[in-house]
């Protein structure tokens, strides 16, 4: 029995109300929790409609919101190894639990897609570049890459990746996002960017709609 956190949250679906052929796991950012992403299941249903979507709470408290905040990973910690250790505890949470629910459903990474926000596109990105088998593709909204100077030594799969970044974000700046996507392209990995014009630090319509366009394209693909 692992003594790694059991993660449980909201599910949405499958739309068509049959097995699912596909599975989307949201990872929320910090200081929220799996009901601040469940949203997103509905309309990118629409284009997904044999897709169950799944939005784990993250295992820890959150001191910055002490009102039912979660954060996968503490973000005030300066840069360093300790950082890291703490990205790499909440990668082995997340990646237990993906393993379980592909298990559950007779699924594979071949049918799966993880899709971030803030700081779960951090851990989305960690996770689906350094697993086993490539997953169908990574969609994260207004992220960054953590640790970029480890990735090329520790690269294993090279899923498609979608990055949509507001050009107004106050917190992570969009400057971000095209580091990011340097890194990643120079380790191989197909990344496509969108600049969201006057979008502070969220997700907004003409996002969701680019989003389910690339799920729907890497999971018929998968």
């Known amino acids: 029995m692992s003594d790694l956190p059991q993660l449980t949250g909201p599910s949405f679906g499958p739309a068509s109300g049959g097995d699912p052929t596909s599975l989307v796991i949201l990872l929320h950012g910090y200081g929220a929790n799996g009901d601040d992403l469940i949203g997103l299941a509905p ?14 709470n993250a295992p820890y408290p959150c001191e910055g919101n002490p009102f039912g905040g979660l954060q996968w990973f503490e973000v005030w910690q300066a840069e360093g190894v300790d950082r890291l250790a703490e ?3 909440g990668a082995a949470i997340v990646n237990a639990y993906i ?3 592909l298990a559950k459903r007779n699924l594979t990474d071949a049918n799966l897609i993880l899709c971030g926000f803030s700081q779960g596109t951090m851990l989305s990105l960690h996770i689906a570049l350094r697993r086993a088998a490539p997953c169908a593709g990574v969609l994260g909204f207004s992220g ?32 971000l996002m095209d580091k990011a996507a340097a890194v990643m392209t120079g380790c191989g990995v197909a990344v496509e960017t969108y ?5 502070g630090h969220g997700i907004d319509a003409d996002g969701i709609r680019l989003g389910a366009g690339f799920m729907s394209v890497r999971l018929a693909k998968g």
């Open 43 to 56: 309309p990118l249903s629409q284009a997904l409609p044999n897709t169950e979507f799944l939005s784990p």
């Open 87 to 89: 990205v790499r505890n």
């Open 99 to 101: 393993d379980g629910e």
């Open 144 to 175: 960054r890459l953590e640790s970029p100077e480890f990735l090329a030594d520790e690269i294993t799969v090279r899923p498609p990746v979608m990055l949509i970044h507001g050009e107004e974000d106050p917190m992570l700046g969009i400057d």
């Open 195 to 199: 600049r969201r014009p006057g979008l």
